[in-house]
């Protein structure tokens, strides 16, 4: 049977829904050093998944620069935390990476605010919004495509927490470290379907 895939998955349902987390290390990076050590060992894996956090601005015309960049492995996450490192020559090196294929959702918006605090080229970055068009699927957000492409739920609410604070909780580092994982996640499920052919898409009144 083929896997049923929505072209809009009904977000009154991700609720419902059991709720993934990344069950990997998570490393935090202040320094020049853990950066050089985390691009290397980076650099020697397969995929990579991207995303960035910005501390929340909750008064008119007041913004705020890139906080985290989280880089997530299969089984690993290093959280870049760029409001006290800046953009290192090694972070710029990642970035700037074309041989080790690198995921992201929504990546324009998150090279728009990297490009903020440095200058670099943009390197071998695929983002999962465009993949996804091309299949007919229409949703476009992280939690929904998740909902829709593994039945389990992506929680959003540490989305606007302070992500300058002096220490991460915990809860904001498992949240950072899962939605970068989840990229990988999408990209390799969709890469399958796409090869194979294994799915076909319904809409919600088709039930």
Excluded at 9 to 21: E, G, H, N, Q
Excluded at 57 to 68: M, P, T
Aim: a neutral charge; hydrophobic letters at 40%; glycine letters at 6%.
């Amino acid at each position: 049977m083929k896997k049923q895939i929505y072209v809009r998955y009904d977000k009154s349902r991700i609720p419902s829904l059991p709720r993934a987390v990344f069950q990997g290390r998570i490393y935090v990076i202040i320094s020049r050093s853990q950066a050089e050590k985390a691009v290397r060992f980076l650099l020697t894996q397969p995929i990579l998944g991207f995303d960035t956090e910005t501390r929340p601005s909750f008064s008119k015309g007041s913004f705020h620069r890139v906080a985290l960049l989280q880089v997530a492995c299969h089984d690993a996450c290093f959280l870049f935390r760029l409001n006290i490192i800046g953009l290192t020559p090694a972070v710029v090196q990642l970035l700037e990476d074309t041989t080790v294929p690198k995921i992201g959702l929504s990546w324009h918006d998150d090279l728009n605010g990297l490009h903020k605090l440095g200058s670099f080229s943009e390197g071998n970055f695929t983002d999962i919004q465009h993949y996804v068009k091309d299949m007919g699927i229409e949703d476009l957000s992280l939690q929904k495509l998740y909902a829709n492409l593994f039945g389990q739920q992506i929680s959003k609410s540490q989305q606007l927490t302070n992500w300058e604070r002096d220490i991460l909780t915990d809860k904001q580092k498992a949240y950072a470290a899962t939605d970068a994982w989840a990229c990988i996640q999408l990209y390799e499920e969709l890469e399958r379907l796409r090869q194979t052919g294994d799915y076909e898409l319904i809409n919600a009144d088709q039930e």
